[in-house]
């Protein structure tokens, strides 16, 4: 057999061996695996690629190896799966940095940390004072978690919105210029509705390379051609706008009115739609 056509054989028949021992291994990305797993991995990458080009080696010798490689970071993930002491033994166990606002100089020196990389890690989580920090720990595969004390939290939510709607995924209904009417089903809606709003648009559906409908029902798309523009979902202003008429009404038949139990009724409710505008505002107008 020629040289050339032994390196194909071999090769394909790795690429293929190595394909089922990572469906094999699972799908723990990159970043997630341990030391362990990280030097088994480079380790039969090495054995395969001088297996494929070093004609003198037995194929079967290489795959045995390979095998044997492949197996342990199999045993010990199914070992630490189902028992914790043997996983804080070979994965280890996170390291507290920072308790309090105060940083753990033991604990850094003993994870051989240094102020500046502390510094670093903390600047890429967007954080510049440590004094900010509530609770950060460097995680088991080296990454690190960082809490801000509560004051230094941003705003969420829920912080003003008691028990607010739950926001479901956007649906994607039109991309490459195909519509997906399963989508459409989905949130109840239809070709009809889509059709409605790209005419509002301007736009025709032969040139939408993708379209999205989140939970509130709007309608995003993205056309062929960037130069053109787009108008943006209105439909939160409009709501808030109408709120704010909602609110001028009632202002308006309280001044009017010489009932005082109606005057007072139209009081109460312009004041909770103006308390509802100042919850809503930062959030309605975009």
Sequence with gaps: MLDWIEVVIRSFSIIIGLFVITKILGKKQLSKLSFFEYIVGITIGDIAGTLSMDLGLNVMHGLISIFIWSLFPVAISFLSLHNKKFRDFVEGNSTVFIKNGKIMEDNLKKE??????LLEQLRKKDVFKFADVEFATLETNGDLSVLLKKEKQPLSVEDVINNPPAIKEPQTVVMDGQIFD???TTIGLNRRWLKE???KKGVAIENVFLA????YGQLTIDVYDDKIEIPKPQAKQLLLASIKKCEADFELFALQTKNRTAKDMYARNAQKLQDMQIKLTAYLEH
């Design 212 to 215: 999205q409908v989140d939970s």
């Design 182 to 184: 399963e989508p459409l």
């Design 112 to 117: 051989k940390y240094t102020l500046d990389e």
């Design 197 to 199: 709003e790209l005419d």
